[in-house]
């Protein structure tokens, strides 16, 4: 049966995947996103269908979200702040406001609304630096950056109106999500990495010690899994890790980008230490049999889904890869310049 949907930050990467697939099963779709970080370029080919609404507006004008969501049935919540890093000089508030108090402002309206379903799309930066590997949903959550913090305060909101207000939530803790719907160069580690080697194809540096190991998962595959469990999990409130089994180092995304530019005997500079970034979880990898015992799997593993976005972003002139909002975060164009030995 269909249903009407409302997705925040639809305009994104995994937003707009999402919006082609609910309206291509029938649903009537409503996304609002204020195209901060979104592109309306990604919902052009649905935006004419009769099911298909667009609202140009941030989730935190409360007026605007009132519009978003009357009718509707399921909200999936996606807006959130685009950039995971704290930089010096950045807002401290800025993870506040784009992630708990845009929260908030959607749980509340749907509160006013009667709406009862929610999809939450969360994060593996919740965990920190976890002492066991993989980790399940179980273990402690001990968030070491501002944008971890933070969504683990939406998770606590959406417990608390779960609770009080007798609603359906799911929340979804991602792994780092690559896709074709790219940013522009200077924000993800593949993006970064295809543009530096442009520039100069023998030499590439690299934030940390290269040895960084996260999980990675497709935009694509990352939307079957929200729709699958949706779809197939129980009433009241589900944590589900959303990943694929394995993960991978920055330093073999590095030679894969190397690999598909066509370039051999690149020299890798190294900043040296643990992380990438102030924040930085050096190591992460998903228990993902919670999403398993549902019945559903990742079809591809971390190496294929980085293959698959490398090859997407390299026919971008911005040579972009990863989804906004979601966590390719080993290399930042804002540290200082430099390779080292």
Known sequence: MSERALITGGAGCIGSVLAERLVARGD????????????????????????????EADVLDVA???????????????????????APGDPTDKDLRQNTIATYRVLETMRRHGVRRLAFASTSAVYGRAETLPILES????????????????????????????????????????GPRVRAKGRTVI?????????????????????????????????????????????????????????????????LVALEMGLSDVRYGFTGGEGGWPGDVPRFELDVSAMARLGWHAGKNSEQAVVEAIRSSLVHADGGAACAGFRADDLDSRQPEGVAA
Do not use: W
């Open 64 to 86: 605007s979200l009132d519009v978003a969501m009357a009718g509707t049935d399921t909200v999936y919540h996606l807006a959130a702040n685009p950039d995971v890093k704290y």
């Open 191 to 255: 993006g970064d990495f295809i543009a530096r080697l442009r520039e100069n194809p023998r030499e590439l540096r690299i934030l940390g010690d290269g040895n960084q190991s996260k999980s990675y998962l497709s935009a694509d595959e990352c939307v079957d899994g929200i729709v699958f469990a949706m779809e197939r999990a129980g009433g009241g409130l589900g944590v589900f890790n959303l990943g694929c089994e394995g993960g991978l180092t920055v330093r073999r995304i590095a030679d």
């Open 139 to 178: 273990a402690p959550t001990r968030p070491i950056s501002l944008y971890g913090a933070t969504k683990l305060a939406c998770e606590g909101l959406i417990g608390a109106f779960q609770n009080l207000f007798d609603m359906e939530c799911r929340i979804f803790r991602f792994a780092n999500i690559v």
């Open 28 to 55: 009537q779709v409503t996304v609002i996103d204020d195209l901060s970080s979104g592109r309306r370029e990604h919902i052009a080919a649905i935006e004419p269908h009769r099911n298909f609404r667009f609202v």
